[in-house]
């Protein structure tokens, strides 16, 4: 479905990713995890077409779509649900979900998409003509994953969906996006920064630290099983350093001599 290969992407003269090489599978689902700075949102803006690569291909169903503009993409399915939510905080929720139906091909399914989304988010049913401005983060961010979904998209990018939320709120979150992956088949790449939770649910992972992918989860399932373990290993206090700061401890940190566990460990 999506197969990326030697993406380079430079802001200025800084190089933010230098030769990633990734594959999404058609129904898998991958996430991407790596310490901030990394280069995880300019790999997913670099996928929807919000920023240009300096190199590489990427091709989406077969096709180079690297030199498309962000709207051509969308058109062809890929969804980029961004960091921070973005929602248009003056429109409704209404009207915010509408915009995401704007691709030729989901406008016709508009109304059965937006039942779908409020039946995933029976919230944003209550909401439905509040502005999205005053909505609390959490519901935010329901909003703007069911402005991903109004789209029909085959591709969905998320970029950090847990972030600034309560660990209730997470849950319930990525409940949501293992029921939309298992009932709609849907292909997703997903970049957390809450490791642990994130590697439960996904088929496999990357890691990427200063742009480039430094563990890649394998293709295998029994390849990403031990992967996903050695980071969780390398991660080594993994669950409730992770769970609770979302960083790495002070013990951590000391054991991996002050870089970021998951990576420095694994390697
Ligand atoms: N528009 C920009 N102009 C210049 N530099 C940028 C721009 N956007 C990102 N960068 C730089 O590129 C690098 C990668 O940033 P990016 O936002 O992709 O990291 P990230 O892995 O998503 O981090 P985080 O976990 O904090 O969200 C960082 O060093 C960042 O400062
Ligand atoms: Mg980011």
Redesign the pocket.
């Known amino acids: 479905m999506l197969s990326i290969t030697g993406l380079g992407v430079t802001?200025?003269g800084?190089h933010?990713?230098t030769g990633v090489t990734l594959e999404v599978g058609a129904g898998e689902f991958v996430t991407l995890v790596?310490?901030?700075?990394?280069?995880?949102?300019?790999?997913l803006?670099a996928i929807s077409g919000t920023?240009a690569a300096s190199e590489g291909r990427v091709a989406y169903q077969g096709r180079d779509v690297a030199r498309l503009r962000a709207s051509e993409r969308a058109a062809l399915g890929i969804a980029h649900v961004p960091?921070g939510r973005r929602v248009f905080p003056t429109l409704t929720v209404r009207e915010n979900l509408e915009l995401g139906s704007y691709r030729r091909a989901a406008r016709r399914r508009r109304t059965e998409s937006l039942a779908t989304v409020l039946e995933l988010f029976p919230i944003l049913r209550e909401r439905e003509r509040q502005l999205a401005g005053s909505l609390s983060g959490g519901e935010q961010q329901m909003l703007a994953l069911g402005r991903g979904l109004m789209a029909q998209p085959e591709l969905l990018l998320l970029?950090?969906p847990s972030q600034g939320l309560g660990p209730r709120i997470v849950e319930q979150i990525f409940e949501t996006i293992d029921r939309i992956r298992r009932e709609r088949r849907l292909t997703i790449l997903l970049?957390e920064?809450r490791v642990v939770e994130a590697l439960e649910l996904c088929d496999r992972g990357y890691v990427?630290e200063t742009?480039r992918v430094v563990l890649d989860g394998g293709r295998e399932g029994s390849t990403f099983t031990s992967s996903a373990s050695r980071i969780r290993e390398a991660s080594r206090c993994g669950r409730a350093c992770w769970r609770a700061s979302h960083r790495p401890c002070r013990d951590c940190s000391a054991r991996s001599s002050g870089g970021w566990p998951i990576a420095s460990g694994a390697r």
């Open positions: 802001y200025g800084l933010a990713l790596g310490p901030n700075g990394a280069g995880k949102t300019t790999l803006k920023v960091e970029d950090e970049v920064q990427l742009g």
